[in-house]
């Protein structure tokens, strides 16, 4: 008995230990990245010109490739999702299509950097683009959003559906109508999830979007080359002839450390908190 | 409602129904493009190099030789270490905050793991050259680039990975079979390493080979602070290679189609091969079993 | 044989209180050692909750809130120096529905010995075969030990929960609606298995049956809404009940 409850206690001992260290190491990480980057981030830092020392133009292309890659992925990935929750019955296709999602969810970000490099820069020729960076990195994003859509959809209550199909209703009715508002701050939760993984991704984008920014500044064309923020940080890091490079890497990780939590926290937290209390309500 | 609009519902109901099963069919139609133009123009590789040089030669020295030994081996060694360092703190975690935390302490757990996803690979990258490194080459008298910092930093990435997966199979255990043990005069610690363990068993199991295969892809984290020397690492602070950095690290400095550069697509072909086979290896082996079970 | 009335639990002035809702309101009563003592009433009415009160279960629910006395052989069971792990081992538990371990048969019955700390080989095999005998499942199981007790039916899940228990050799056998899920052979089973069990151990049953409570119990307690509304010998409480709303129950006019 008394080795029971030693054992017991030692084992609740090293447990809240290693729940302390996990939250401690975050925390430490945070401070740290922040408290180097507060040193560095002024607002001509973060929206100058490269030229003036700037990650300006890396910051637009940032959230320029994010809203393309999403324009791309969204619909498929959502589309899919949808298929899986409300059409999909058990057949080949059906299990075809959740093991590729499974698969392309654990395809290596590099690898999907190489099969974009192939398909435009090699196959279509386009070189270096925003716009080939952005269509690799919806192929990271295409399997998360499949997942996010489905287990948004399936939190809708089954009697839902039925009320809405025993009025007479189609199924893309009943989507449209009961299914998708009832689970949109899911979805909305999921998209804020997705692009906080893409705004930080470097290897898939280093030859889809490439190392160089753009003369101008700001520059819409999808056709020219666009360094995103996290591949700066990637890139000043190896390149010793840029000036001032621990500054700028100390203020670009800072920096997309701030927008993810942005994304986390502005977005995504309220949309959960909402959520939860809608739940808890009914 | 009149006919003409019935049929145009009924028209918009078959065009969305399309149009959702065209989106996965695509889903199923990139991965499959994936492997096929990926191993396409690896597999070229063999036109120039032999075979058996590239998967048993340990000297990278490209034009003339070309054996990938150093990474593979550093691919695999840098895999190992940090589950070895990551896998036991991430289920400690997990079975903390699914059975011993109070829920205020996993009110801020949870969304704290989902920030560690957050942070980008290349800021890990950061972080570990500019605090990890310093320390390491302190204790050891060296550079403090190589294979043990590698590991330590992919050890923190998996975390997130690990404790989600293996807290949400902690969770789905009936709580019945708690309540069944602690009714026989368990403890705490008896009722979770003997009966929610095992019950969730393959949940963990594929946490950890999911954190595997997200330790093995990692590419830029690693590439900051492996050393990128394309060799066996001599010791365990030693500086190394893996399958990522070097492709990462000589695309762009290698012609498309020449044998080096088709060697790097191989190299990228090996990892889809082996990030696939975990996923197999999951699906119809560690779940397989459960079904078994039941 | 000789007749034993001895107290085993006393219970005075309980309340029980779930967040701001008071579940159970000052109920005071006597359980009978080596008796079977069956707890009644419409559901919600806390009966469940009051036998999961004797041996804590409720601890694991977080909002509970208790006071009151509950003693167990004259020792209070919420007191400082008790140890619940301990109070567990002597008050165990079987479920309504049957909730046998992902594990072996034997493993199963072996559990609770083991964790208590017995490790030699020949004796976890005769408490094994001893509990399951014990439980009317030897049996059945005896050529199929080592596989999982999963694959049993239902009735023999539910009997092989009663075995695993027994295997710790508990003083107080607590059971909620034990019966509620299995088929009526199944059921008839346990009640026999109950009968025998009576001459050993000091049995509360939790039952919405109340043919069950009449066949097989010596006391009877009807709750209703938190309160206890009438307790006495079984026999007395099912043909001459004193409160009105006992035998409105009885009488099938509500529940």
């Known amino acids: ?277 809608l739940r808890g309500s009914n | 409602m009149s006919n003409r609009q019935l049929n145009s519902q009924l028209a918009y109901d078959k065009l969305f129904r399309y149009i959702f099963i065209i989106s996965a069919v695509m889903v199923s139609f990139v991965i499959f493009s994936i492997i096929i133009f990926v191993s396409k123009q690896g597999l070229q590789t063999f036109q120039d190099i032999s075979f058996w040089e590239f998967h048993t030669g340990t000297i990278w020295n490209p034009p003339v030789q070309f054996g990938a030994v150093p990474f593979i081996v550093g691919s695999v060694s840098v895999t190992l270490l940090a589950i070895a360092l990551g896998g036991p703190l991430g289920l400690a975690g997990a079975i903390f905050m699914a059975k011993v935390a109070p829920p205020w302490v996993r009110e801020i757990m949870r969304p704290a793991t989902d920030l560690f996803v957050g942070i980008p690979s290349v800021v890990y990258g950061w972080v570990g050259l500019t605090v990890f490194l310093p320390i390491i080459s302190k204790y050891t008298s060296g550079p403090g680039f190589g294979l043990f910092l590698a590991g330590v930093i992919l050890a923190i990435m998996i975390l997130p990975t690990v404790i989600s997966i293996s807290e949400d199979a902690l969770r789905a255990v009936p709580k019945s079979l708690e309540a069944g043990s602690y009714a026989l005069g368990a403890t705490r610690w008896q009722t979770i390493y003997r009966v929610l363990i095992p019950a969730s068993l393959p949940g963990l199991v594929t946490a950890l080979i999911l954190g595997m295969a997200r330790a093995i892809g990692e590419t830029m984290a690693v590439a900051m602070v492996i050393g990128n020397s394309p060799q066996l690492a001599g010791s365990l602070f030693g500086p190394t290679a893996t399958l990522t950095t070097e492709i990462i690290l000589s695309m762009g400095q290698t012609p498309f189609g020449s044998p080096w550069n088709n060697a790097l697509f191989y190299m990228a072909f090996t990892l889809l091969m082996i990030s696939l086979s975990m996923i197999l290896l999951i699906k119809f082996v560690v779940n397989r079993r459960l079904v078994n079970e039941q | 044989m000789e007749v034993n009335v001895e107290n085993k639990f006393v219970v005075q002035n309980l309340n029980l209180f779930y967040k701001d809702v008071q579940a159970l309101r000052s109920i005071s009563m006597e359980i009978m050692k080596q008796q079977i003592t069956a707890l009644i009433g419409p559901s919600g009415c806390g009966k469940t909750t009051f036998l999961r009160v004797l041996n804590r279960m409720n601890d694991l629910i977080e909002g509970v809130r208790i006071d009151g006395t509950v003693l167990l052989d004259d020792q209070d069971i919420f007191g400082p120096d008790v140890d619940v792990v301990n109070l567990r081992k002597r008050v165990g538990m079987v479920f309504q529905r049957p909730n046998p371990f992902p594990m072996s048969v034997y493993d199963n019955v072996a559990y609770g010995p083991r964790i208590h700390g017995q490790k030699n080989k020949s004796q976890l095999d005769q408490i094994v075969e001893k509990s399951l005998r014990s439980a009317a499942l030897w049996d059945e199981v005896s050529n199929r030990l080592f596989k999982s007790a999963l694959g049993l039916s239902g009735g023999q899940q539910q009997r092989l929960c009663i075995a695993r228990l027994l295997a710790v050799e508990p003083e107080v056998v607590l059971m909620d609606e034990p019966t509620s899920a299995l088929d009526p052979l199944s059921t008839l089973k346990i009640e026999e298995l109950l009968r025998d069990l009576k001459n050993h151990y000091t049995i509360v049953i939790v039952t919405h049956n109340m043919q069950q409570a009449a066949r097989v119990s010596d006391s009877t307690a009807f709750f209703l809404n938190g309160d206890m509304v009438e307790f006495g010998p079984t026999e007395t409480l099912f043909t001459r009940p004193k409160d009105q709303r006992t035998e409105d129950y009885i009488t099938g006019r509500f529940g």
């Open chain 1, 1 to 277: 008995m008394n080795s029971n409850r030693l054992s017991n206690t030692v084992a609740t001992v090293i447990l809240w230990a290693s729940g302390f260290f996990i939250v401690g190491l975050l925390v430490f990480f945070l401070a740290y990245i922040l408290g180097q980057g507060f040193k560095v981030l002024s607002l001509d830092f973060v929206f100058g010109p490269a030229s003036q020392g700037g990650v300006g133009p890396q910051l637009f292309n940032t959230f320029y490739i994010l809203v393309l890659s999403l324009l791309y992925s969204v619909p498929i990935g959502v589309g899919a999702g949808i298929y899986l929750a409300e059409y999909a019955k058990p057949s080949r296709l059906t299990n075809l299509v959740r093991l590729s999602t499974e698969c392309l969810a654990t395809v290596p970000s590099i690898v999907l950097g190489l099969f974009g490099l192939i398909i435009f820069v090699n196959v279509l020729g386009l070189g270096f683009t925003i716009l080939g960076g952005a269509a690799a990195l919806a192929l990271l994003n295409l399997p998360v959003l499949v997942r996010v859509t489905e287990e948004a959809l399936r939190t809708v209550p089954h009697a839902h559906r039925e009320g809405s199909l025993a009025l007479g209703s189609t199924q893309w009715q009943t989507i449209r109508r009961v299914v998708l508002p009832s689970s949109i701050l899911g979805l909305i939760t999921g998209i804020t999830l997705v692009s906080g993984r893409a705004i930080g991704e470097a290897a898939i984008l280093v030859f889809t979007a490439g190392t160089s920014v753009s003369r101008h500044y700001p520059d819409f064309n999808p056709l020219v080359a666009g360094e995103t923020l996290a591949v700066h940080l990637w890139y000043v890091r190896g390149e010793p002839l840029v000036a001032n490079a621990d500054a700028v890497a100390a203020g670009s990780a800072a920096l997309l450390v701030l927008v993810v939590l942005f994304f986390n926290l502005a977005i995504g937290l309220p949309a959960r908190i909402y959520q939860r209390r």
